[in-house]
């Protein structure tokens, strides 16, 4: 069983930057696909980036590729999201994932609300 904690969250106002992080506890974290995925209200859920596992591969949504940037850190079984140029439309509650197979396990979310 694995465990993810985000956090990193806030608010920024537009044009601002955040980075989000996300520890893993349980499992092999450096066998596991990581992703950044976001759900607005009122919006589908969006799969924002993934990080294959040893960190070699990266791909973005479409409405973030060039503002955010997904990394890790295998030894400390941690998951970035340096997110920069923030929009309002950004707004959303921010969960990490973690893939291995067919098992997919979340985390609780992070908010984030860009406003002036």
């Known amino acids: 069983q694995v465990q993810l904690v985000e956090s990193g969250g806030g608010l920024v106002q537009p044009g601002g930057s955040l980075r989000l992080s996300c520890a893993a506890s349980?499992?092999?974290?450096?066998?596991?696909?990581m992703s950044w995925y976001r759900k607005a209200p009122g919006k589908e859920r969006e799969l924002v980036a993934f990080?294959?596992?040893?960190?070699?591969?990266?791909n973005y949504a479409k409405s973030v590729k060039g503002r955010f940037t997904i990394s890790r850190d295998n030894a400390k079984n941690t998951v970035y999201l340096q997110m920069n140029s923030l929009k309002p439309e950004d707004t959303a509650v921010y969960y990490c994932t973690a893939r291995l197979g067919l098992h997919i396990y979340w985390g609780l979310g992070s908010q984030v609300t860009v406003s002036s």
């Open positions: 990080i294959t596992s040893a960190g070699i591969g990266t």
């Open positions: 349980g499992g092999t974290f450096s066998s596991y696909v």
